[in-house]
Structures are given as structure tokens and as C-alpha cells.
């Protein structure tokens, strides 16, 4: 072996062991009810992963299912109406059960991809690729309902407002059937129900200030390191 070849060997493997997975899958139950345990073993919160279960084909070979879920934006939506508290990112140390399909008996499952706070990504390529070009896609859509707000809400109050901003978020959630046009959207008919001109324009501040948290996230998290 030439030195260099023994160097580039020694760095690839010092960059393997640098980028251990951070997570590990323990008490896998398989079944109609299947369920596996998840555990963070990183020094800081992993926001997003991808499971894959492979499980033994009827025709012969192994099927293999993906599931990914991405929590980085459950750092302002925890504890909120509707959230759901399997699918935020999982913090140093902790272990959480998480429910899959059924599964046949003989099944496997493992973690095929992981990305932790400071956006260090480490897995199967494609499963990494594939969570941060949700998060831009996502990141874009939250501008875009900020956007909105910032030029709607200095000159239009009460229900003029709300008409206002109905019209732009019909309008992008048409264009764009992702989950920020659409919760905009849901978020602006609700107020219609108030009367007082006071009380809307406080709960779309309200609402602006959230959605505004949530960009400033993606902008972030959405960069991968």
C-alpha cells in the first residue's frame, strides 16, 4: 500500500468515526401493531431521521420501507393544539417509541439517515437529500406567508385584513399545497369569526409573530453543514 493510498484510507476512516450515527433502534416489535424504540445518543437534539424496514418479500428478496420524520420546527410548535409529540426532535438521551405499519415476522429495521441541530447530516445520501429539500421547499413557503403579513397587516386592519389576506393565501395555497399557505390559510377563515376590528388585528399579529418564529427556523435548519 503507497502512502498515499494509506493516507486517504486513514482519512476516510477518521471522517466515518467522526460521523457515527447518532441514533440507535432497539425493541423492535413487529406485528399489526409494529413499533420500534428510537434513543439519541448525540450531545445535541437530532431533528430529523429516516427509519428503513426491511422485511422479507412473499416472491422472494426484501422489501424495504422508508419513514422519516423531520421535528426541527417543534421548537416553537410543542405543546401546541394538534402536535404531535412522536414526530419532534429528539432530545440528548431520549428515547422514544415510535409506531410503523405492520410488519411481518423477520423484519428489520434500522436508521438509514439522521441530521442533527447544527445541521450535520449523516446517512444514506439520498434519505439526507431528500429531508433538506423539504425543509427549503418549506422554508420558501413560510416566506412567502411572512411576506403576506408584512404587507398587509401595516395598512389593512379587522375584517378588511382578513379579506385581504384570504385572497393571498387562497391564492398560494392553489400555487403551492404545502403545510404553511395551507395552515395560513385555515389560521385567517378562524378569525373571521371575531366581530371586534381590535381583537383580529391582534390574533393575525399574533399569528405573524409565529409564523415569522417558524422562517427564521427554517432559514437555519435548512442549511445543511
Request: hydrophobic share 45%; charged share 25%; net charge negative.
Amino acid at each position: 500500500m503507497t502512502l498515499k493510498l494509506f493516507c486517504s484510507v486513514m482519512l476516510a476512516s477518521a471522517a466515518l468515526a467522526a460521523f457515527d450515527m447518532p441514533l440507535a433502534v432497539s425493541d423492535v416489535v413487529t406485528g399489526p401493531h409494529a413499533h420500534v424504540r428510537l434513543t439519541n445518543n448525540a450531545r445535541q437534539p437530532v431533528t430529523a431521521w429516516s427509519l428503513a424496514a426491511s422485511s422479507p418479500s412473499p416472491n422472494g428478496g426484501t422489501h424495504r420501507e422508508v419513514y422519516t420524520a423531520d421535528g426541527y420546527l417543534s421548537e416553537v410548535t410543542h405543546g401546541l393544539p394538534g402536535a404531535n409529540e412522536r414526530l419532534e426532535r429528539l432530545m440528548p438521551g431520549e428515547s422514544r417509541e415510535l409506531p410503523l405499519d405492520p410488519l411481518p415476522a423477520g423484519s428489520t429495521v434500522a436508521v438509514a439517515a439522521a441530521v442533527l441541530d447544527d445541521g450535520t447530516a449523516v446517512g444514506e445520501e439520498a434519505a439526507v437529500a431528500s429531508i433538506f429539500a423539504r425543509r427549503a421547499k418549506e422554508r420558501d413557503a413560510l416566506k412567502a406567508v411572512v411576506d403576506a403579513f408584512n404587507e398587509v397587516l401595516p395598512s389593512k386592519h379587522g375584517a378588511d385584513a382578513l379579506s385581504t389576506l384570504r385572497e393571498r393565501f387562497a391564492a398560494l395555497a392553489q400555487r403551492d399545497d404545502t403545510m404553511p399557505c395551507r395552515a395560513a390559510l385555515d389560521a385567517v377563515q378562524q378569525f373571521q369569526r371575531k366581530t371586534n376590528a381590535e381583537e383580529i388585528d391582534r390574533s393575525l399579529q399574533t399569528y405573524a409573530d409565529f409564523v415569522k418564529r417558524e422562517y427564521e427556523l427554517a432559514v437555519r435548519h435548512a442549511r445543511r453543514k
